[in-house]
């Protein structure tokens, strides 16, 4: 970047136009910077950027998760992966879209490239992995720490915790698990609870979350490319919101650098991709 700026500097032309170049050389160098980091998901959610864009947006969307969840039973009548959504906490899943699908929107040149299919499945699939991880985990937890502990499941308001063993009479709308159990034996009673759920009902699972999401925080929409009559393919293309954010890293997490010409207005909003 410097040996760029200090080439520049040594071009025959005015303080004017060399300050034009710098900015429009500074504006890419820090383009490609960011969009290598947003591009590539271990990056970007092992960033400062990708957890700010997680964090700004966890507070709306826990609600807008509880709405989809509570408010209307209708968004998920007959949908077999209805438990595992129910348990599953709204920051996992949350972090599990975005993480996911901010980088494939970004990544490729051509949208047509994008695996809509592939992507929804892996959410899906991961979701169910996440869940059943942590809860593993934090059932373990009452083995290895020698806790007086029960692990609930709470079938009334979809919620799994760890009770009191003393208390444990108190928790009737649910089931309680036996200690000790194997990490199989575990997770095939979680399982039993939670229901059988396809490989076809992760992809809906991923694509009814995918759809709901990119409403909701504006990040990433989808977009329908019209191929040819009654066929229609689906890709993500970046929101408003995520312009927005990316905007606002450039714009605030620059390097400052003196000017050599004194400066115009301009519009900082001007689309940039």
């Given at each position: 970047?410097?040996?760029?700026?200090?080439?520049?500097?040594?071009?025959?032309?005015?303080?004017y136009?060399k300050?034009?170049?710098?900015?429009?050389?500074?504006?890419?160098y820090w383009k490609?910077?960011?969009?290598?980091i947003?591009?590539?998901?271990?990056?970007?959610?092992?960033s400062?950027?990708?957890?700010?864009?997680?964090?700004?947006?966890?507070?709306?969307?826990?609600?807008?998760?509880?709405d989809y969840?509570?408010?209307?039973?209708r968004?998920?009548?007959?949908?077999k992966?209805?438990?595992l959504?129910?348990?599953?906490?709204?920051?996992?899943?949350?972090?599990?879209?975005?993480?996911?699908?901010?980088?494939?929107?970004?990544?490729?040149?051509?949208?047509?490239?994008?695996?809509?299919?592939s992507?929804?499945?892996?959410?899906?699939?991961?979701?169910?992995?996440?869940?059943?991880?942590?809860?593993?985990?934090?059932?373990?937890?009452?083995n290895?720490?020698?806790?007086?502990m029960?692990?609930f499941?709470?079938?009334?308001?979809?919620?799994?915790?760890?009770?009191?063993v003393?208390?444990?009479?108190?928790?009737?709308?649910?089931?309680?698990?036996?200690?000790?159990?194997?990490?199989?034996?575990?997770?095939?009673?979680?399982?039993?609870?939670?229901?059988?759920?396809?490989?076809?009902?992760?992809?809906?699972?991923?694509?009814?979350?995918l759809?709901?999401?990119a409403?909701?925080?504006?990040?990433?929409?989808?977009?329908?490319?019209?191929?040819?009559?009654?066929?229609?393919?689906?890709?993500?293309?970046p929101?408003?919101?995520?312009?927005?954010?990316?905007?606002?890293?450039?714009?605030?997490?620059?390097?400052?650098?003196?000017?050599?010409?004194?400066?115009?207005?301009?519009?900082?909003?001007?689309?940039?991709?």
């Amino acid at each position: 970047m410097y040996k760029n700026i200090i080439n520049i500097l040594n071009k025959d032309l005015d303080n004017y136009q060399k300050q034009l170049l710098i900015e429009n050389s500074l504006t890419d160098y820090w383009k490609n910077e960011i969009l290598s980091i947003f591009k590539n998901k271990k990056k970007l959610f092992g960033s400062e950027y990708g957890l700010n864009i997680i964090i700004k947006n966890l507070i709306k969307l826990d609600q807008d998760l509880n709405d989809y969840k509570f408010l209307d039973k209708r968004f998920l009548k007959g949908k077999k992966y209805k438990n595992l959504l129910l348990f599953s906490k709204n920051h996992d899943i949350i972090s599990i879209v975005i993480s996911n699908v901010l980088p494939t929107c970004i990544k490729y040149d051509n949208i047509n490239n994008i695996n809509v299919v592939s992507l929804v499945g892996k959410i899906g699939n991961e979701i169910s992995k996440t869940f059943f991880t942590n809860e593993w985990e934090k059932y373990s937890s009452i083995n290895k720490d020698n806790i007086n502990m029960s692990f609930f499941v709470d079938l009334k308001k979809y919620d799994i915790k760890l009770v009191d063993v003393l208390e444990k009479d108190k928790y009737t709308n649910g089931i309680i698990f036996d200690k000790n159990l194997s990490e199989d034996d575990f997770k095939e009673k979680l399982s039993n609870i939670i229901g059988n759920i396809t490989d076809d009902d992760y992809y809906l699972l991923g694509l009814d979350l995918l759809e709901y999401i990119a409403e909701k925080s504006q990040l990433f929409m989808i977009h329908n490319i019209f191929i040819e009559k009654y066929h229609i393919r689906r890709t993500i293309i970046p929101g408003k919101n995520l312009e927005y954010n990316i905007l606002n890293i450039i714009s605030t997490d620059s390097e400052l650098l003196p000017m050599i010409s004194p400066p115009h207005r301009v519009n900082i909003w001007k689309k940039w991709w």
